[in-house]
């Protein structure tokens, strides 16, 4: 018998793993299960807080997600759990997978270790706070603007105007128009009275 090095053993013994087996497939090495369940289905009104209490019949929780629209904060009716455990993962989606709750049926399963995203649980296990983006936009659209503001805003559309002015002609277009700087109302003269 030949005595190898390790290096060589554990080099033979990953060729001999990559090495097709008796029916000419290769040898895949199983990826883990994790703590993860994926949720799908979830009925409107089965939320965070609900979804913690439920499933916390099974074992401790660790991390709660919804999933959730950032423009209307409506849940997108899927939601991800980390157990503690990877066995009582397994025990929740094997118990909730087909289960029915509000005409919806669940459907459950735990992820493996390649689907689990490092942010997935970005956000997870407080509330979804809604950011009101139209309100915040037509205040900072709508808002008092000072003289100096105003003067400088005229002052780029005026910029603006005659660089597109600029382009039509450049490209042999003979289209006239009233320009921006004609519109803008003109300065109001002192009168002086004797």
């Given at each position: 018998?030949?005595?190898?090095?390790?290096?060589?053993?554990?080099?033979?013994?990953?060729?001999?793993?990559?090495?097709?087996?008796?029916?000419?497939?290769?040898?895949?090495?199983?990826?883990?299960?994790?703590?993860?369940?994926?949720?799908?289905?979830?009925?409107?009104?089965?939320?965070?807080?609900?979804?913690?209490?439920?499933?916390?019949?099974?074992?401790?929780?660790?991390?709660?997600?919804?999933?959730?629209?950032?423009?209307?904060?409506?849940?997108?009716?899927?939601?991800?759990?980390?157990?503690?455990?990877?066995?009582?993962?397994?025990?929740?989606?094997?118990?909730?997978d087909g289960?029915?709750?509000f005409k919806q049926k669940?459907?459950?399963?735990?992820?493996?270790?390649?689907?689990?995203?490092?942010?997935?649980?970005?956000?997870?296990?407080?509330?979804?706070?809604?950011?009101?983006?139209?309100?915040?936009?037509?205040?900072?659209?709508?808002?008092?603007?000072?003289?100096?503001?105003?003067?400088?805003?005229?002052?780029?559309?005026?910029?603006?105007?005659?660089?597109?002015?600029?382009?039509?002609?450049?490209?042999?277009?003979?289209?006239?128009?009233?320009?921006?700087?004609?519109?803008?109302?003109?300065?109001?003269?002192?009168?002086?009275?004797?």
């Open positions: 018998m030949v005595k190898r090095k390790k290096s060589e053993a554990s080099a033979a013994a990953a060729a001999d793993d990559d090495a097709p087996g008796p029916s000419g497939q290769q040898h895949v090495a199983a990826d883990p299960l994790t703590a993860v369940v994926y949720i799908g289905h979830l009925p409107h009104g089965f939320y965070e807080d609900e979804l913690l209490g439920f499933f916390s019949q099974f074992g401790k929780l660790v991390r709660v997600r919804l999933s959730r629209s950032k423009k209307t904060a409506k849940p997108k009716h899927y939601a991800f759990l980390e157990f503690q455990h990877a066995d009582v993962a397994q025990i929740a989606a094997e118990t909730m289960y029915f709750m669940l459907s459950c399963r735990v992820l493996k270790q390649s689907e689990v995203h490092p942010q997935l649980f970005k956000g997870a296990n407080r509330k979804f706070k809604k950011v009101p983006w139209k309100k915040i936009e037509a205040e900072r659209v709508n808002k008092d603007r000072t003289p100096e503001e105003a003067a400088a805003r005229t002052a780029a559309l005026i910029r603006k105007d005659k660089a597109r002015a600029k382009r039509i002609a450049a490209a042999g277009i003979e289209y006239e128009y009233e320009p921006l700087e004609a519109q803008r109302p003109r300065k109001a003269q002192k009168t002086t009275f004797n």
